[in-house]
């Protein structure tokens, strides 16, 4: 019994998330009178210049080098079966 209790409380939790996540700006305004952290925007890319610094990993300056993502050609060796 305090399984499905448990189960159901995260089911829900999880789905008010997804709804907050997807919520237009406008709503997450009115929701930010009653608590300032519900009007933020969730994830990167809410800030003012599009990305939200509070993490570092958005590429700021100093940090780790980001990885190189450019496609590179793959050569795949011929086969060597025989004709027969």
Do not use: F
Request: charged fraction near 15%.
């Amino acid at each position: 019994m305090a399984q499905n209790l448990i189960v159901g409380l995260i089911v829900a939790v999880a789905a008010l998330y997804v709804l907050w996540r997807y919520l237009p700006q406008r709503w997450r305004g009115r929701l930010g009178r009653v608590h300032a952290s519900l009007a933020k925007s969730p994830g990167c890319g809410s800030g003012s210049d599009g990305a939200c610094a509070s993490c570092g990993s958005c590429g700021s300056a100093g940090g780790a080098p980001l990885p190189d993502t450019r496609e590179k050609p793959v050569a795949m060796p011929s086969s060597q079966r025989s004709g027969g």
